[in-house]
């Protein structure tokens, strides 16, 4: 029970000291009591009292608590109560018989589902993925009461969905207030996976994105893209900020390579299941000046290579006329050129499939 309120009628109009004659009573919500009194003729009339409420539901009586004679009544409303417009319908008597013509006066009941929205939440909050936010209706409100049953004026949430309050005010009027969720994505930034340089060799690293509109290296520049070249090894970072103000960001380590250990796969799989079906050499991508050369067990050569090596450029275990080789060992020259030196590997390896 929250407060007392006082519903004029009859010959003396006297309403409580925070409402005059006539207004409208603050509105209560479900799962409250709240006091209702009138004043009438010398303090001696008997007072009846029926309250309808939408659809002509009308409040049993058990729910009408009357005080003295009447002029005074509690409500409890109910949980299950439907939010609208309740109408207030009192009757006074007078101690010699007369009957006042009834007096009428409406009260909003608030529900978690029908209700008059007060405005304190805006209709939609947005947050950062692997954030959080702190929802606020403002502190001119005497309580809160959220839907987990938490008392603070403040919710903080991590997760995207619907929010509710229950908020009584200053006149002690009640209602709810609602806000709906939503999880922004961060902006998607990859710079790659680590990698070796040699020599002359330069990387440019690229970091753009149509949703980006900032970025920050660890060096400093806020291009989209940095231009990398061999140099020690280096640890290289890029934040990015997005038009909703997310942040993410990548990083690459950049190593210098030594042309004389070279990682070389010794085995690879053609057998079109997407897995290992290429015999790829991941240390030669960023070079310029790769010849590679492989011969079955007879010295015929099955395939070649010259020039820049990338992905595309692996061996599929096919021979120089694209037929399949088949199960075997191969041996392999390869010959790479970098600032003026060139670097030679000899080795075999294995079709299995």
Not at 20 to 33: D, F, I, M, R
Not at 172 to 198: A, K, W
Not at 202 to 207: G, N, Q, R, W
């Amino acid at each position: 029970m929250r407060n007392y309120y006082l519903i004029a009628l009859f010959v003396t109009l006297i309403f409580s000291v925070k409402h005059s004659a006539g207004q409208n009573l603050p509105s209560a919500c479900v799962g409250t009591v709240e006091k209702y009194g009138v004043k009438g003729l010398n303090g001696t009339s008997i007072f009846s009292w029926s309250i309808v409420g939408p659809g002509g539901f009308t409040v049993p009586s058990v729910n009408i608590q009357v005080f003295a004679k009447g002029d005074s009544i509690a409500v409890t409303w109910d949980n299950n109560f439907v939010g609208g417009v309740y109408s207030f319908m009192v009757t006074e008597t007078t101690p010699w018989g007369c009957v006042g013509a009834p007096y009428e006066q409406d009260v909003v009941i608030n529900s978690p589902t029908i209700f008059v929205p007060v405005g304190a939440l805006p209709e939609l909050l947005k947050f950062c993925q692997n954030g959080n936010i702190t929802i606020d209706p403002g502190s001119s409100y005497k309580n809160y009461l959220w839907q987990d049953g938490s008392k603070d004026q403040t919710f903080i949430t991590n997760t995207a969905g619907t929010y509710r309050v229950r908020l009584i005010g200053a006149d002690y009027s009640c209602s709810y207030d609602t806000t709906q969720v939503t999880i922004n994505p961060l902006p998607v930034v990859n710079l790659g996976r680590d990698t070796s340089l040699c020599g002359g060799q330069a990387l440019m690293l690229d970091a753009y994105n149509s949703t980006v509109t900032s970025y920050l290296w660890s060096s400093g520049d806020i291009t989209s893209n940095l231009l990398v070249g061999a140099g020690l090894s280096q640890n290289i970072w890029v934040q990015v900020t997005d038009e909703n103000g997310c942040v993410n960001s990548d990083s690459i380590k950049i190593g210098l390579c030594d042309p004389n250990h070279m990682r070389i796969p010794y085995v690879f799989t053609p057998n079109g299941d997407g897995a290992n079906d290429r015999w790829e050499i991941p240390d030669f991508v960023f070079f310029t000046d790769v010849d590679i050369r492989v011969y079955n067990r007879y010295g015929k050569e099955v395939f070649a290579h010259s020039g820049v090596y990338d992905a595309a450029s692996a061996w599929d275990g096919r021979d120089l006329n694209h037929r399949e080789l088949p199960m075997d060992s191969y041996h392999y020259i390869i010959r790479v050129t970098s600032d003026g030196k060139s670097y030679s590997f000899r080795g075999s390896v294995t079709i299995i499939r």
